[in-house]
C-alpha cells in the first residue's frame, strides 16, 4: 500500500518497544499505513505476532515479530541484531515500553521492583538508543522517539521510581540528540493520563481523580499519541532534536 500525506514514511524501518498494546501499538499501525516496515518488540511473543499479522494485512507491510524484555542488556542488543538482520537498516527507534507497578507506600519498595521499574523505563532506551543511534549515525541517520511522562516533572508519592526514571529518559533525550547529530534525531513526548495497560489498574477512584487533573477533564486515548509520533519520525520534524513536547491534556 503506498503511503500518502505529509507524514510519508515509504521505505523506512522502524523499531518500536512496547509495540503490541497501547501506545505502541497504535504507533507500529500509524507508521504500517504510512509506508514504513516495522519491528515489534514486546515482552510476549505471542502479542507481537498478532499484531505483526495485523499490519501485513492491513497495510501490505513487512513486520517483525520480537519478544524482548528491554530491561535486559542482552536482549536489546538481541532485537537490534534481529532488525538489522531482517532489514539491514532502522530509521526509527521508537522507545515506548514502560511499567509502573503500584505498591503501599514508599518505605515498602522492594529492591527488585525498584531495579525492575529502572530497568525497563530507563535502562533498556540507554541500550538501544546507544546500540542503533550509533549505527544511525554510521549510517544515513534516523529518528528517536522516547515516551516519556509527565509524572517525570510532577512526581507524587505513588510513582516515584518511575517518575524518576522517565526523568532520566528526559535526560536521555537533550543528551542523545548532541551525542548523535547531525544525522539523528532524538526526541521525547510526555504523555500525560493515557487509558492504557497502566489504566487497567486504576480504582473507579483513581480513573475519576486522574481524569480531574487534566484541563479537558479526561484522560487520553491511545490514538491519540498518533499525529505527535508521526510528526516527531517523519522528515516534517527536520529541525526538531532534542524536543521534549507534553501531550497531557493539559494536566497543571
Not at 538489522?84 to 537498516?89: A, I, N
Not at 529492591?111 to 542503533?132: H, M, Q, W, Y
Not at 542523545?176 to 487497567?200: H, S, W, Y
Not at 487533573?213 to 491519540?224: C, F, I, K, N, S
Request: proline share 5%; net charge neutral; with cysteine.
Amino acid at each position: 500500500m503506498a503511503a500518502t500525506g505529509k507524514f510519508d514514511l515509504d521505505g523506512r524501518v522502524a523499531v518500536v518497544t512496547g509495540g503490541s498494546r497501547g501506545l505502541g501499538r497504535e504507533m507500529v499501525l500509524a507508521f504500517a499505513e504510512h509506508g514504513a516496515d516495522v519491528v515489534i518488540a514486546s515482552r510476549k511473543p505471542a502479542n507481537c505476532a498478532a499484531v505483526a499479522d495485523e499490519v501485513r494485512a492491513r497495510f501490505g507491510r513487512r513486520a517483525l515479530p520480537v519478544g524482548t524484555n528491554v530491561g535486559n542488556w542482552a536482549e536489546c542488543d538481541a532485537l537490534t541484531d534481529a532488525a538489522y538482520t531482517e532489514f539491514g537498516r532502522v530509521d526509527i527507534l521508537v522507545n515506548n515500553a514502560g511499567m509502573s507497578p503500584l505498591y503501599p507506600s514508599v518505605d515498602q519498595v522492594s529492591e527488585a521492583l525498584f531495579d525492575k521499574v529502572l530497568a525497563t523505563n530507563l535502562k533498556g532506551p540507554f541500550r538501544l538508543s546507544a546500540a542503533i543511534g550509533a549505527r544511525m549515525a554510521a549510517d544515513a541517520g534516523g529518528a528517536i522517539l522516547n515516551i516519556s511522562s509527565v509524572a517525570s516533572i510532577r512526581p507524587n508519592a505513588a510513582v516515584l521510581p518511575y517518575a524518576a526514571a522517565k526523568a532520566g529518559l528526559n535526560s536521555l533525550t537533550v543528551g542523545l540528540a548532541q551525542t548523535f547529530a547531525p544525522k539523528v534525531r532524538v526526541n521525547a513526548i510526555m504523555c500525560g493520563p493515557f487509558r492504557t495497560d497502566i489504566a487497567e489498574a486504576w480504582t473507579p477512584d483513581m480513573a475519576d481523580y486522574m481524569s480531574g487533573l487534566t484541563a479537558q477533564r479526561r484522560v487520553g486515548e491511545p490514538a491519540e499519541i498518533v499525529g505527535a509520533a508521526l510528526y516527531f519520525v517523519s522528515d516534517q520534524a527536520s529541525f526538531a532534536t532534542g524536543s521534549i513536547l507534553r501531550l497531557d491534556g493539559g494536566t497543571p
